[in-house]
């Protein structure tokens, strides 16, 4: 059977298909990036905001326009909170809550339909080379290391959507790495709903595992995904001087001001974030800080908003996740009083986004003149010439070089920033010319 997978949301989502179509390939069964053929369709769908949910029913219903013979498998925090309305108003064949998701492909291929095909179709042999990461063109590898949340900031839905926390073993994530690396990977992220709180049910920790990982793989890069900034601990940093693993770190913020961070329930204050990153610069060169901000949370005043915007500037963010603040049904931060009007909350998420744009482009020219690693992606709008990929501080970097290829990683010359400020443009080792920026040819960032 032909199988096509679609996310929503976060990396962790995309860690997980790549979990299943590991799992459909070894099955027997192909990969294929048209849904439009698929005898499946599996979408791991959001409800962190009210919009994301939006967009999930949104995407949902396209999928089952667009091939109602498949059987459309559904999975995800949206489905998982609202599996009715999933099931019996979207004309989904299966809805997999998240505490159920190891058993995805097994309850799919159970689905009376594909069982029927599966009895009466030969298996197939497996592709020569498993790795679904590849098969579905995708060329850094996100890697589940743990679900769940034991903490509950006031505005967060995903921490009821997604349960209590449970880690996976060190040896068996060990064990998938060195299968992607096999596979031709040479990048991975690790990725939870807490990173952070690894080991928390297991008594292990992100340290020990990040020690295992070093110690036990080769892979040549390795990325965390997002870290709360109350979970980095005493020697954490130490663990940096591997330049396998990327110096960058995306530290949730979500507000520059300590009134409003306690109405959030956060566990740090601006002063202890702003001394965590100061260690994080001071023992890498050029350690790359991104974030998370919500803008017009509950009862934030402008005298608050200064202070956020003060806070950002002197933090100097190399990128920023800025989101309007998005009541969610069944939160706490949904309850509170004084809410800030729609038109305040847009006037600000716009002053944060220029606020964002200045700084990703001081972040990048501090790398101008410098070599640079690059994990090759993919060519641009299907040019062989043109290339995007990422640097080890996470920079988007294009260059013309008709002899690269996908998942390669080469060093190049960094020769300008883009004119637009939202990427690096380098100079391959051999002569190339410097490529005219076009950022609406730019993949999404992911």
Request: with cysteine; hydrophobic share 40%.
């Amino acid at each position: 059977m032909l199988v096509h997978f679609q996310a929503l949301g976060c990396r962790l989502n995309e860690a997980e298909l790549e979990s299943w179509a590991n799992d459909f390939v070894e099955r027997g069964h192909r990969l294929t990036t048209d849904a439009d053929e698929a005898d499946v369709v599996v979408f791991n769908s959001c409800a962190v905001t009210g919009a994301a949910e939006r967009k999930s029913r949104r995407q949902i219903r396209r999928l089952r326009r667009a091939n109602p013979r498949a059987s459309l498998v559904v999975t995800g925090c949206h489905a998982s909170l609202d599996p009715d309305t999933v099931r019996d108003g979207l004309g989904v064949d299966l809805v997999v809550d998240n505490r159920d998701k190891d058993g995805l492909v097994a309850q799919t291929l159970e689905l009376p339909a594909l069982a029927r095909r599966a009895a009466a179709t030969p298996r197939q042999a497996a592709l020569d080379d498993p790795n679904a990461l590849l098969l579905r063109g995708r060329h850094r590898g996100f890697v589940k290391i743990q679900d769940g949340c034991r903490y509950r900031c006031t505005y967060c839905i995903v921490t009821l959507a997604r349960g209590d926390e449970r880690s996976r073993g060190e040896a068996e994530i060990v064990d998938e790495i060195n299968r992607l690396h096999a596979g031709g990977v040479d990048e991975v992220a690790l990725t939870g709903v807490h990173v952070g709180g690894y080991g928390s049910d297991t008594g292990s920790s992100l340290s020990a595992l990040l020690g295992e990982i070093l110690a036990r793989t080769t892979i040549p890069r390795i990325r965390l995904a997002s870290v709360e900034p109350w979970d980095i601990p005493d020697g954490f940093i130490d663990l940096f001087s591997d330049r396998r693993l990327m110096p960058h770190m995306h530290l949730p913020l979500q507000s520059g001001c300590d009134s409003v961070l306690r109405r959030m329930a956060r566990r740090c204050k601006t002063a202890d974030y702003e001394r965590l990153v100061e260690r994080l610069r001071g023992a890498v060169d050029g350690f790359n800080v991104t974030t998370d901000l919500i803008v017009g949370f509950p009862g934030e005043t402008d005298a608050e908003w200064q202070a956020t915007l003060a806070f950002v500037e002197r933090i100097g963010f190399g990128d920023m996740h800025v989101f309007p603040f998005s009541a969610r049904a069944g939160t706490r931060a949904a309850r509170l009083p004084d809410p800030v009007d729609g038109a305040t909350r847009k006037a600000r998420c716009r002053e944060m986004h220029a606020l964002a744009r200045d700084l990703r482009q001081r972040e990048l020219e501090r790398h101008v003149g410098r070599r640079v690693e690059v994990l090759w992606e993919q060519p641009v709008d299907g040019e062989q010439s043109t290339w995007v990929g990422y640097t080890p501080h996470y920079h988007r970097i294009r260059v013309v070089d008709p002899s690269l290829a996908a998942a390669r990683i080469t060093t190049v010359a960094v020769a300008a920033v883009s004119p637009d400020g939202g990427a690096l443009l380098g100079r391959a080792d051999r002569p190339a010319r410097l490529v005219e920026f076009d950022a609406a040819a730019l993949p999404a960032r992911g």
